[in-house]
């Protein structure tokens, strides 16, 4: 999925809903590593990878990055079942 959000208006300006074949989860057993999963649902499928609490959740999270290093900032991020990380 692709999000482009105003930062400065604080609004989704625009977003593009991919479709996910496969999914890819961080394996915490079994010696870690990551595991592909065939995705057979159509539903989730096309579902957004975020909500929008989410997505507002990394838009706080980014500025505050962008803030600290006083420039435009790649982030990238992940989720677990409770928490936002993000990967500098």
Excluded at 51 to 78: F, H, N
Aim: proline share 1%; charged share 35%.
């Amino acid at each position: 999925d692709r999000f482009i959000y105003d930062k400065v208006q604080n609004k989704l300006v625009h977003k593009i809903i991919g479709s996910k074949k496969v999914e890819r989860r961080l394996n915490l057993v079994e010696g870690g590593g990551i595991t592909t999963n065939a995705i057979d649902d159509e539903d989730r499928q096309n579902a957004c990878s975020l909500s929008e609490e989410q997505l507002k959740e990394l838009v706080r999270l980014t500025c505050i990055v962008e803030e600290e290093y006083g420039m435009p900032m790649d982030v990238e991020w992940a989720y677990t079942d409770s928490d936002t990380h993000l990967v500098l």
